[in-house]
């Protein structure tokens, strides 16, 4: 029988339904796309630096960079409640004004204090990603959750490529002057306002609007589930009785080795990873102080390192080895190639060798998010993964906000951005030897689990050579269960 035989038998209803979650879900990667189009963002830095601003390199990375990872560690949480009990729109309306804030502020703004309210803002819409990240997921079943992420993201990453690249093509090739580009960024960001407002607004989400009786259409959540079934208690009782049981569930969760391992990357590297790339563009700068506009090139490598990034998610996805035995190595091995390449991007006198290095900084980093939220999500349901990213974001924002007010804030150290990224080099390679110091013990734990399988074996010739792989998956069950 056809797939078209199969439609015919389809009621009206349920077509038209069919029809309608495939429009929102292509209209919400359409807006996914057409918000990333802000060709100005690659230059701003070179825009405060330069004429049209002149703001001293000791302002923007002491005084106004700092404002972001404040903005967008006090931001986290509320936003996170916010976005779920608010059922999303009004978040993302909130991101699209923010947005336009911005752009405002840089066309406009003249003082310190503008360019840190324009920083503000920054971490607002970036503490406002969460809500189209799950918004998606509020259009579909729970069957189609792994396709429909794929389809998000990848709107997004093509949009931030897109971006990158128009913005390249308006300074190098037509000469284009950064305010300009700044005001067809307010105007992109203006359109997606717009965008916004036709965005339907769900009638249910994942924690506090959840759907009550059989006649609901959505699938129930494992909430349910977890609460045994029983919802005479009410919202209120959900709240209490619930939630404070996903929190327990959590804590024992956390002595599941590879979990534990995979959410340590995320707070510890993530940190870095966006300390290294809120300040490298004052690197750049530096290295090679721009005396004419058509000679930037942070559009272009900002491209190249976002394709760079989703080509290495895309393989990310068929490595097959025993994470189990292998995770800490290899995450101990490309944490210590992400330390080389920062000692190189700090020290090189090559702006392109720097741009090289950032590439595959950035590459290497999208290579293991993949994996780790494979890792982490695999054994979770939906709402305790939603809590866990959750939780490992707030920590690594925490752990950014430390080192940011220890080491950039002017109030404290204050570093220029050279002995920053000295900071940073020292930073990941002391976890890159703990990874791999990690990884010595695992393999050392191995062997000795597997000899006395091995001394088994030979004590009794007519066993089967086959059993030694089954008992092996079995002793991997074992440690991922434990």
């Not at 830095?45 to 002149?54: F, H, I, M, R, V």
């Not at 290295?287 to 393989?315: E, H, K, M, W």
Request: net charge positive; charged share 15%; glycine share 8%.
């Amino acid at each position: 029988m056809t797939k078209k035989d199969d439609d015919t038998k389809k009621p009206v209803s349920e077509m038209a339904l069919d029809q309608r979650w495939k429009l929102q879900v292509f209209y919400l990667c359409f807006y996914g796309f057409m918000t990333q189009i802000r060709p100005g963002e690659s230059f701003i830095t070179p825009y405060l630096l330069g004429a049209d601003k002149n703001f001293t390199q000791t302002e923007v990375t002491n005084e106004i960079m700092p404002v972001l990872t404040y903005s967008y560690m006090a931001m986290l949480v509320p936003i996170f409640l916010l976005t779920d009990y608010l059922c999303y729109k009004p978040v993302l309306l909130l991101q699209s004004l923010s947005h336009i804030s911005i752009w405002l502020l840089l066309v406009l703004g003249t003082s310190v204090l503008a360019m840190q309210l324009m920083e503000f803002f920054y971490g607002i819409t970036m503490a406002a990603r969460i809500a189209y990240s799950s918004y998606i997921f509020s259009l579909v079943a729970p069957s189609r959750y792994q396709r429909m992420a794929s389809y998000s993201r990848s709107a997004v990453l093509l949009g931030v490529f897109t971006s990158s690249v128009l913005g390249q093509l308006c300074v190098t090739v037509g000469g284009v002057p950064f305010l300009t580009l700044n005001y067809v960024s307010l105007g992109f960001v203006s359109f997606g306002l717009v965008l916004t407002l036709f965005l339907e607004r769900p009638r249910r989400s994942l924690f506090f609007n959840r759907p009550e009786g059989a006649g609901e259409e959505a699938v129930p959540a494992e909430l349910d589930k977890m609460d045994g079934g029983d919802r005479s208690g009410g919202t209120r009782g959900w709240r209490e009785a619930v939630l404070c049981r996903m929190l327990r569930e959590l804590g024992t969760l956390a002595r599941q080795p590879q979990l534990r391992l995979w959410s340590l990357w995320w707070v510890f590297n993530s940190a870095g990873y966006y300390l290294m790339l809120y300040y490298v563009h004052i690197l750049w700068n530096e290295i090679y102080p721009p005396t004419d506009n058509r000679r930037v090139y942070n559009g272009g490598v900002d491209a190249a390192s976002t394709l760079l990034g989703a080509g290495a998610s895309f393989v990310a996805g068929y490595v097959k080895i025993r994470w189990t035995l292998w995770s800490e190595l290899v995450i101990g091995v490309v944490t210590a190639f992400q330390a080389g390449l920062l000692l190189l991007m700090n020290t090189t006198t090559n702006i392109w060798l720097c741009y090289v290095a950032y590439v595959l900084f950035r590459g290497s980093y999208q290579f293991l998010v993949p994996i780790a939220i494979f890792q982490i999500a695999t054994s979770l349901s939906k709402e305790l993964c939603a809590l866990v990213f959750g939780v490992n974001t707030f920590f690594g924002t925490m752990l950014k906000t430390i080192i940011t007010i220890i080491v950039a804030d002017k109030r404290v150290l204050g570093l220029s951005v050279h002995p920053q990224f000295y900071v940073y080099f020292g930073y990941f390679t002391l976890l890159a030897v703990v990874y791999l110091l990690a990884a010595i013990c695992v393999g050392i734990q191995h062997s000795r689990r597997k000899q006395p399988a091995e001394l088994a074996l030979a004590k009794e010739p007519c066993q089967l050579p086959e059993e030694v792989p089954v008992q092996e998956k079995s002793l991997e069950a074992g440690a991922v269960r434990a």
